[in-house]
C-alpha cells in the first residue's frame, strides 16, 4: 500500500465550513440591494460615491498591509463591506474627494492602526463618517431629494466638487429639481427643529430626504434578516438595539410628546436601521457573551435616543455605537460566562 | 409553569454543536469479524494508570485468552493474549498518541482453531462485592468509550461515598462512530447483564440509559429486552454534540451539574459507556479477558464498499484492517476514534486498543467537511466559540492569552482545567483559529512547571 504523504493534524478533524472570507463576503451580498436602493433613489451620483469610498478603502487597507509586510487582506472583503457601508452613511450628493477622505481616515485611523482586522475597537465606517462630520460638517448635512428627474444622467452638483474645495451652494438646483415640497431636511430634523411630523409610510419606504442607505427601513431589515437566517449576523444586537430606543423613547415621549416623537418614528427613521443591523452588530466591536450584548444594545439603543431628543444634532445612532464600541471591552470583563459546574462563590469567613 | 420548563430542558445541555454525522455509512450494518492480522501489536498500557507488567517471554506460545501481561497494582488492568499465537517480541512499538510504548508482538497460528480455552465460569451472583470488583479487574476491561479508564475503578465506590444513579452512556455523539449503536441492537441481553451487574457492584438503586434521539431504534431494541423487576429505564436525549460526555449527559438525564473539579461520584452518580457494560454482561459470568472489541470502519470522501463494524482482535495494526477493506489509494488522513476528539496517525503500523472506537480515512483536501482552506486569521470576537462551549468557557479570551503565552492566567483566571478537549471551539471558528490545540499546549506547559516546581 503505497502512502506517498500522511497528513497530521489534532483533533478536532472536521470543521464548519463558515470562515471568515465568507461571512463578510455575504455581508457584502446583503448590502448590495441596499446600494441598488440608494442609486436607484439618487441616481449616479450615488453609484460614484459607493465605488469612490470602496476604492480608497480597498487602496489603504492594501497600502497599510504593504507597509506591515503583511500578506495581502483584501480576500476578507471586510475593507469592501467598510468602504459600502461608510457611502451609505453619506449624504447623497456628497463630495467624491471627501467620500475618498472618509474611506482613508476609516481604514487608517479605525483599523490599521490597531493592527487590521479583529484588532479594531471602533467600528472602521463610522470612524470615517465621524471624521469627515467633525471636518465637513456643511457638506455631511446637505441633503438631497429622492426620486428627482434626470438622476440617471447627471451628477448631484456637489459630488464633482474638485479636491480640497467647497462644494458650490446646492439651494438653487434643488429648487430645479425637486418634487414639492422639499425642504432639505431629513425627518429626523424636521421633527426636531420644525416640529413636522413625516409618515410611516414614506419611512419605511425610504421616499424622504437622508444618507444614501439609510432611508429605507423596509429593505434594511430584509437585508439583515438574509444574514440571520444564514447565521451570520448576531440577531440579538439589533434586538436589544431595538429595545432600548422603544423604551427610551416610550418613557421620554410619555412624559413630553413635544420633544420626544413616538417609538415607531424613533425606529424607522434615520440611520438606526442601517447602524443597528449593520454597524453596531459588526463582531469585531461588539462583546462576546449574550449578557453583554445586551447590555451593549441597550446602551446603543438608549443613548441614540437621548443623543436624538437632547444633543445638538438630529442624529445620535453614529456616536452612540462609536460608544458602544468604546464600552465593550469593559462589558467583555464584566460579563464574563458562568462556568458549568461553577462552585457557589465562598463567602469569605 | 416550572414543570413545563423543566420539560422542555429534559434531555438537553446548553452550547455544544451540530455537526454532519456521517452515520449513515455504517449504522446499519450488522457487526461482523475481522479475520486474524498475521501479527498483533499488544501494548501492556492501553487504560489510564499503572502499565501491566508482561508474563510471558519471548518465543513462548501463548493460547487465546491467556493472561500475557499482569495488572500492576489496583491502578491498573491486566492484557490477555488476543489470538492463539507465539510471542515474537517484546518491545517498545508505535502508538497512536506518539511515543513508543511497551509491546507484545505475537505471530499468530494461522492453523489454529482460536477458540478461547481460559476463563473460569463464575455465578457472579454468588460472590460479594470486594470479589466482583476484583473479577472485574481480572477481565481487563477498561472504558471502551475511549478514555480507557479501568473499569473496576470506576465501579469500586470510595468508602466515604455512596452511589444511587448508574448512568449508562449510550450517545455516541462523535460523527462517523456507531460501533455502540450496534452493540445496543445487537445484544440488549449483554448490556442489561452488564448493568445489573454494574448496579449491584456499585451498590446503585437505579440505572439510566441516555440515548441520542438519533439512536431511537436501540433505545426500543432496550427496552424491549427489560425485565419487569429491572431497576434500569431507557431515556433520549437530544443528538448534540458533545452530548456523549459524561458532564453533559448528566445535566441532560438529571439536570445536575458536577462541580469544577469534581467527579460524578461527589454526586452519588457512577457512569459506563454501553460497549464496556456489554462486554461486562459477557465477559464476567465467563470468566474471560478482553480481547476483541467493536469498532466502526468508515472514511469520507473515500471508496470502502466494506465499510462497517467490526470485532476486531485487540492489537490488529491499522495497516492490516485497511488492506481488509480495499483501501489501498493514497490518502490524507487515517484518525484513531471520532473525528471531533481521535488522534490522526503518523504511521499505519499502530494497533487497536481497547479504547479504540473507530478507524476512519479521510481522503482528498475536503476534510475539512467543506471547500475550506485552513488559513487562519485574526479573532474577529463573533463569540461563536463562547456560544459553543459546553463548559461555558471563554474560548475566544483563553486563545487570546495563549497567544501570549500567558498559559498560567488561563488557569487561575479562565478555568482552563474545566476543558475537555470536546474541540467545538474549533470546530465553529471561523478564523480557523486552532483553539482546542492552543489549550492542550497549555495545559502540558502547566503540567510540566507544575512537576517542576514539586
Known sequence: MANKHVVLHTAPHVKKPQDVPTIMRNVVYALLPIVAYAVYQFGISVLALVIVTTLACLGTERFFGWMGGKPNSLGDWSSTITGMLLALTLPPGFPLWMGALAGIAGIAIGKAVFGGIGFNVFNPALVGRAFVQAAFPVAITTWTPAFFSGRFTEFVPSTLTLPFLIPPETAEWVKQVAVDGFTGATPLALHKFQHVATSPLDLFSGAVAGSAGETSAILILLCGLYLIARNMMNWKIPAWIFIGVVVTSGVLHLINPAKCADPLFMLFSGGLMLGAMFMASDMVGSPLTPRGVMIYGLLIGGLTVVIRVYGSLSEGIMYAILLGNAATPLIDAFTQPRLFGALPRKKSA | ?454
Not at chain 2, 430542558?9 to 451540530?18: E, V
Not at chain 2, 519471548?58 to 510471542?87: C, K, M, N, W, Y
Not at chain 2, 474549533?426 to 499546549?441: A, D, G, K, M, T
Request: with cysteine; net charge neutral; charged share 20%.
Open chain 2, 1 to 454: 409553569m416550572l414543570a413545563l420548563f423543566d420539560k422542555l430542558r429534559k434531555g438537553r445541555f446548553s452550547h455544544g454543536i451540530h455537526p454532519h454525522y456521517h452515520k449513515e455509512a455504517t449504522q446499519g450494518k450488522a457487526i461482523k469479524r475481522l479475520a486474524f492480522p498475521p501479527r498483533l501489536i499488544v501494548p501492556v498500557m492501553q487504560h489510564i494508570g499503572r502499565p501491566a507488567k508482561p508474563i510471558v517471554k519471548v518465543g513462548e506460545e501463548v493460547v487465546r485468552g491467556q493472561v500475557i501481561a499482569e495488572a500492576d497494582g489496583f491502578l491498573s488492568v491486566p492484557v490477555h493474549a488476543p489470538a492463539t499465537g507465539i510471542v515474537r517480541d517484546i518491545g517498545l512499538m508505535a502508538s497512536a498518541a506518539g511515543p513508543r510504548v511497551l509491546s507484545i508482538v505475537i505471530d499468530v497460528y494461522k492453523a489454529a482453531s482460536q477458540q478461547v480455552l481460559y476463563g473460569e465460569p463464575v455465578e457472579p451472583e454468588t460472590l460479594t462485592r470486594a470479589e466482583l470488583i476484583q473479577r472485574v479487574q481480572a477481565t481487563g476491561l477498561a472504558g471502551l468509550g475511549g478514555a480507557a479508564f479501568p473499569s473496576h475503578v470506576k465501579l469500586k465506590i470510595p468508602a466515604s461515598k455512596a452511589a444511587h444513579t448508574l448512568v449508562v452512556n449510550g450517545c455516541e455523539c462523535e460523527p462517523y462512530l456507531t460501533c455502540d449503536h450496534r452493540v445496543m441492537l445487537e445484544q440488549p441481553q449483554d448490556l442489561l447483564q452488564g448493568i445489573r451487574y454494574a448496579l449491584r457492584i456499585t451498590g446503585a438503586e437505579r440505572a439510566i440509559v441516555g440515548i441520542e434521539d438519533n439512536k431511537a431504534d436501540a433505545a426500543a431494541a432496550l427496552k424491549a429486552a427489560l425485565r419487569p423487576d429491572d431497576r434500569i429505564t431507557v431515556e433520549l436525549v437530544e443528538t448534540k454534540y458533545p452530548q456523549g460526555a459524561e458532564k453533559m449527559l448528566l445535566k441532560s438525564l438529571l439536570g445536575v451539574e458536577v462541580p469544577e473539579g469534581g467527579l460524578p461520584i461527589d454526586l452519588g452518580i457512577v457512569v459506563n459507556n454501553v460497549g464496556t457494560l456489554a462486554q461486562l454482561g459477557r465477559l464476567l459470568p465467563s470468566g474471560e479477558g478482553l480481547i476483541e472489541r467493536v469498532v466502526t470502519i468508515t472514511g469520507y470522501n473515500v471508496d470502502m464498499p466494506k465499510a462497517g463494524n467490526y470485532r476486531v482482535p485487540i492489537g490488529t495494526p491499522v495497516r492490516f484492517i485497511l488492506e481488509q477493506m480495499g483501501v489501498e489509494a493514497d490518502h490524507e488522513k487515517v484518525i484513531l476514534g471520532g473525528p471531533m476528539m481521535g488522534a490522526s496517525l503518523a504511521s499505519l503500523d499502530v494497533p487497536i486498543t481497547k479504547g479504540t472506537s473507530g478507524v476512519l480515512v479521510f481522503q482528498g483536501r475536503t476534510f475539512m467537511d467543506g471547500e475550506n482552506t485552513a488559513a487562519v486569521y485574526p479573532c474577529i470576537k463573533c463569540g461563536r466559540c463562547v456560544d459553543a462551549c459546553p463548559m461555558h468557557l471563554n474560548p475566544a479570551q483563553m486563545g487570546w492569552l495563549a497567544g501570549k503565552r500567558q498559559y498560567g492566567l488561563m488557569e487561575t483566571e479562565f478555568h482552563l482545567k474545566s476543558c475537555f478537549e470536546c474541540g467545538c471551539c474549533s470546530f465553529v471558528c471561523p478564523s480557523n483559529i486552532p483553539l482546542v490545540q492552543y489549550f492542550r499546549i497549555a495545559k502540558a506547559v502547566n503540567r510540566e512547571l507544575q512537576e517542576r516546581a514539586a
